[in-house]
């Protein structure tokens, strides 16, 4: 056999260490609120100071090295996302127009009242309705004012809803 399909340690991983691609499109900047770029710090020091001395006392060294791994990709994709990120304040009040990190109340066209935040997109969290600003929906709340009623396309068709209340987290 090849020396070229074998491998010359056991100590080399068995899967490499890779980012996922990002769901950024091509050229876009990497936005985050100030309490998401908070979070994803807190969560690297978590993951720095907590998990990686809990994995590394673990007795079972093959489920060490393969949680450490998991852990350091997931280590890795945090400080990629914290070395992009871009943090965007929010804007000054009076708070008229729909900016990044805006959170809307909306009307929908069946009268149902709801509310969005635009986030970035390590901050989705679609339980809350945290939208990414690059979502459909929010590109076509994005620069909107209060009263006005906008139009946006979803699988299912057109939709319509009217902006009720525009606010910010301070």
């Known amino acids: 056999m090849s020396k070229a399909f074998t491998r010359e340690s056991d100590d080399t991983p068995e899967q490499p260490i890779t980012r996922p691609p ?27 100071q907590v998990e990686r001395p809990r994995i590394a006392a673990l007795s079972d060294i093959a489920e060490q090295k393969r949680q450490l791994q998991r852990l350091n990709q997931h280590i890795v994709t945090l400080e990629n996302s914290l070395g992009t990120a871009e943090i965007v304040s929010p804007p000054a009040k009076p708070w008229e127009q729909v900016r990044f990190g805006a959170t809307i109340t909306v009307r929908e066209g069946n009268g149902v009242e709801t509310h969005y935040r635009i986030v970035g997109i390590d901050e989705i969290n679609l339980d809350r309705d945290w939208i990414s600003w690059c979502s459909p929906l929010a590109k076509a709340l ?8 906008i139009r946006f396309r979803t699988p299912s068709g057109e939709q319509q809803m009217e902006i009720l209340a525009i606010t910010y987290e301070t």
């Not at 994005?142 to 009623?149: I, V």
């Open 22 to 48: 990002s769901t950024l499109p091509p050229g876009a900047k990497n936005y985050i609120t100030p309490d998401g770029a908070r979070q994803l710090r807190e969560e690297l020091h978590r993951l720095l």
């Open 142 to 149: 994005l620069n909107a004012r209060l009263s006005q009623h």
